[in-house]
């Protein structure tokens, strides 16, 4: 049985994480980079806030990354309308 999702499987996994203590100052600390996390530390480190993320294991390997892909407030009812609005 295959405990690991097709998409943590098969990205590219990033290699700059630091394992010592984390010294200095950060305006703000994000603990675990899943679906809320990591776009709220980009939102705020792209408005000038010093941002530090802090992960246990690897980016996205929380319940983000196991929740078989069901992440959506609806948008799977008009898919058509959402793409236009979002422009993808």
């Known amino acids: ?22 010294d200095g100052v950060a305006d703000v600390v994000v603990i675990g980079p899943g679906f809320t996390g990591l776009p709220a530390a980009l939102a705020l480190g792209k408005r000038g806030a010093s941002v530090t993320v802090l992960e246990a294991s690897t980016v996205g390997s929380g319940v983000s990354g196991r929740n078989t892909g069901h992440c959506n407030t609806g948008a799977a009812q008009d898919y058509a309308a959402v793409r236009s609005i979002q422009g993808v």
Do not use: I, Q
């Open 1 to 22: 049985m295959k405990l690991k999702s097709w998409w943590l499987d098969s990205v590219t996994h990033f290699g700059g994480a630091l394992e010592e203590p984390v």
